[in-house]
Structures are given as C-alpha cells and as structure tokens.
C-alpha cells in the first residue's frame, strides 16, 4: 500500500478570493493527482462532517451531486463511503479524522467500480476552512514533487556555525583570564569566585550518555507527562542563559553602572532590568510556544543562548574525553535513529517519535533550532512545517571547539585548532545536508559531525607535533606567563 502526501487546494467565495493550503493523505494506487493547480479541477464542498456515510440513506437527497463531499471516519471502510459517495453523484470524496492522519489502506480488489478521488484530512483543517474562507467553498487535490533543497537549510547551518564559533570563542576567553589570574595572586580569588565552569572527567562522560539514553527512553513511554518537565527546564534553563550571555556584553558597556544595596549586597540597576527581561522573554515564549507564526524566532534566540551558555561553562579537560564523549553520543544517536526501528512494534525510530511527539502528541520539546520551510511542499503542510536541528548537534561538537580554542590559548598558536575545527563543522554540517537531500529522510548529523571535527582536530595536532599534549590536556599550564 503506498501511502502519499497531498495538498488540498481551497478557496472562498469573495473578491477577491481568499485561498488557503491544507495537507491530506491519498493512496497513488487508486488515484493520481495532477502535480501542479494548472490541471486541477475545481469542486463546490458540501460539508458533511455530521455524518459518517456509512449507508446512503445518511446523506440528504441530491446535495452530493458534482461536488466534493466531506464525511466523517467512522466504522464503515474508505472504499465502501466512496462507493456510497459516487453513487450519490460525488466527484470527490474527503474524510475528517480527529486522530492523527495515517495511510489509507482498503482492499480495492472488490471496488474496482470505485473511481473518484479519496483523500485524509484533519478535521481541524475543515474547521479552519470555514472560519477562514466561509461556507461556499471551492477545493481540488494536487501532489508536487517534494523540492530537492530547502533554504531554511541556510539559516540553520548559520545559526549552528554561529554560535559554535562564538561559544568556542567566549570559552577561550574565559580561560585566558584563567590564566592572568592564576599569573596574578591578587586577582586569583576575585576569579575564582566568578567561576562557574564545570569540567567533564571520562566518568562524568560515560555518566553523562547513559543519563541522556534513560532520558530518550523515558521519554518514549512517558512523552505526555515529561514534554511539560522538559519545557520548565527549558525555560527556566535559557532564561539564565540569556542572561548570562547580555550580562557578559553588558560589561564591556562603560555606561549605566549604578548600584543598589539589599542585605548587604550591591548589584547594578541595570543587571535587574536585564534579569526581568531574561525571564519575561522565557515566559513568553512558555505561554505562546505552539504560536507557528512567530514563537519559533523566540525559542531559537533563547535556544542560541543556552547551547552559548553550555559551551562556555562546561569545559572538556582533554582531547581523550571529547573522543569519549564525541564517539559514545555517535553511538547513541545512530542507535537511537537506525537500530531502534528494528525494535519498536510500530517501525519507527525512538529519536524520530520523541522529535515529532509520540502518539501525535501536539506538544514539542523545545530542544530544537527551528526554522520555517521556505518551499511549499505536501511535506511543508502535513508534518515538517520547520526544518530542524537539535540541540546536541550543536553543543556536543562545540565543546570540541571550546576545548581547541582554550588549547590554542594555553600554547599560544594561533587560533589554528580553533579555527580548523570549526571549519570542519561547517563541512560536517554541509554534509549533512547533502545526504538529507539524496536520501530524502531524517539523519543523525552526529555521523557527520563528529568524524569531521575529530579527525580534522588530530590532523591539526599530529602535523604540529603536538598530539601529546592535546590529548592530555591542560597539566602543562602551570608555566603560562603572561
């Protein structure tokens, strides 16, 4: 049974007409639909969702006649609505269902007389139909060819570049004031006391991964209960992010640095107003997150900032524990995307479920860099509004950055591990791409990722004979001057 995405073309009766787009599921072995609106033919709806026309004594008399009907699933089969629809004179049958929209799949050996047009729809979509475009509605049925490449793709590889380069930038700066005050014993305390970075051991690593595979499989089974304790970690989470991120540029600003002292403590007047700002803009987004138009924009900002924030703070003590951390979450994600299909009842990928919401749950977690699709496509409407990049993909390979941009700082060469790294995750990125476009499927970008920035890493270091230190790490760093 081949099962395909659609798009059901709908337009109202003023001047000039108001038209919208809605995605439905057809069978192509029973139909085939025009590829483009110019061979479309137009049909008046008759709505009809009060009714599952299971016997053609539910229908009214003569109102199915050349018009595209619209009924509600019910108990009774597709096939045998759409013989009832056809011979009530029906050009085109449609059928609501408030479930998720799933293949349409009847035995057509026994309906061979059976030839007007079926198609799935949302009944939500016909309700927004009506709202949006009235009760004298025209519709038709057409399938384009999925487009080959989308340029949202563009915005979210510069998001990803972006904000691994300036995440491994912000953490090489941190270390050099590190070492200026290891270098200077007034300065040690006042910066030890500004500390709050966390360093990840081999242990702390393999801990880390088998948390975040518990994490995956609860879950998976669990989704309705923790997408909600997900989204409150998330926003109180990139709330202190976001702070953490305009504090850091608001100290570099010589102006507006008026205190105020509360029990015994003085803080800047402006760091409140950024705080208010910081956890006003989480709430925000809390309140209208499943608002398409424009909420994304909020959660990728707050989203930007807390992969920022991570890979500032936590701080990779050698090149051993990235390949440990870096290989162990290839293994999980490639598990999780390719093996796990094997194992679930219905065939699909745990990492895919929990990405798209288990079930056809309408919540999301908010762990994802979304960005609208910018070609109209079947796909666009029925199921990938966004193109989408997780988290991970970002932070795992940027705290390699983090840890080449403070191994640049500590021997002093040049930004060349810095910059070699995030070039090679710029490559890992345009090859993921490459092979979403060829393969027409969701992919661990990690598999790409990680080699690209690993091997490129070692390279560096072996040409530069430097290959021992870099994997040992930041023992040596006693003897910094500055």
Same mark, same amino acid.
């Given at each position: ?33 025009? =590829? ?44 045998? =609505? ?38 799935? +729809? ?54 050099? !004031? ?17 500390? !709050? ?20 499989? @609860? ?32 100290? %570099? ?85 390719? +093996? ?28 994802? +860099? ?65 092979? @979403?476009?060829?393969? =027409? ?23 530069? =004979? %430097? ?16």
């Amino acid at each position: 049974v081949a099962a395909d995405e659609g798009i059901l073309h709908a337009s109202g009766g003023g001047v000039p007409p108001v038209t919208k787009d809605y995605c439905i599921i057809y069978n192509s072995n029973w139909v085939s639909l025009p =590829k483009t609106l110019d061979n479309a033919t137009f049909r008046s709806l008759e709505n009809l969702t009060s009714t599952v026309l299971c016997s053609s004594s539910e229908a009214p008399s003569g109102v199915m006649k050349d018009k595209a009907v619209v009924v509600m699933r019910g108990n009774c089969t597709f096939l045998e =609505k759409a013989r009832i629809a056809q011979s009530l004179g029906a050009k085109m049958l449609l059928i609501a269902s408030k479930s998720r929209l799933s293949a349409i799949s009847d035995n057509k050996t026994d309906f061979e007389d059976v030839t007007l047009p079926i198609a799935l +729809i949302r009944y939500n979509d016909i309700v927004d139909m009506q709202l949006v475009l009235g009760n004298e509605v025209n519709v038709t049925l057409y399938s384009p060819p999925l487009p080959e490449f989308d340029y949202s793709m563009v915005v979210i590889f510069l998001i990803a570049v972006f904000t691994v380069a300036l995440g491994g930038y912000w953490s090489g700066v941190a270390e050099l !004031e590190n070492l200026k005050a290891v270098a200077s014993p007034g300065e040690r305390e006042t910066r030890r006391k500004k500390e !709050e970075n966390v360093t990840f051991t081999p242990v702390t690593v393999i801990l880390f991964v088998v948390i975040c595979c518990v994490m995956l499989v @609860l879950l998976y089974f669990f989704y309705k209960w923790l997408v909600y304790v997900i989204i409150s970690v998330f926003c109180l989470a990139s709330a202190m992010s976001l702070y953490n991120c305009l504090a850091a540029l608001i100290a %570099e600003i010589p102006i507006g640095q008026c205190r105020v002292t509360c029990c015994n403590k003085t803080i800047e007047v402006r760091l409140i107003f950024l705080a208010v700002f910081c956890i006003a803009a989480a709430v925000v987004w809390a309140v209208f997150r499943n608002e398409d138009r424009w909420a994304w924009i909020l959660q990728d900002i707050l989203g930007v900032a807390f992969c920022l924030n991570f890979i500032k703070t936590l701080k990779m003590p050698n090149f051993k524990s990235c390949v440990i951390l870096l290989g162990l979450l290839l293994l999980y994600d490639v598990f999780f995307v390719f +093996i796990t299909p094997f194992i679930t009842k219905n065939g699909a990928s745990i990492m895919v479920e929990v990405a798209a919401g288990p079930f056809g749950n309408s919540e999301k977690l908010p762990v994802v +860099i979304r960005v609208p699709r910018l070609e109209h496509s079947a796909s666009t409407l029925c199921d990938l509004p966004f193109s989408l990049l997780g988290f991970g993909d970002i932070i795992v390979p940027g705290l390699l950055v983090a840890y080449c941009r403070r191994f640049d700082v500590q021997t002093r060469s040049s930004s060349v591990y810095y910059i070699s790294c995030t070039i090679a995750y710029a490559v890992g990125m345009v090859l993921t791409f490459v092979v @979403l476009a060829l393969m =027409k499927m969701g992919q661990p970008a990690l598999l790409y990722l990680v080699p690209c920035t690993l091997i490129t890493s070692s390279l560096v270091a072996w040409r530069r =004979k %430097e290959m021992k230190k870099f994997w040992k790490g930041s023992s040596y760093q006693v003897g910094w001057m500055p």
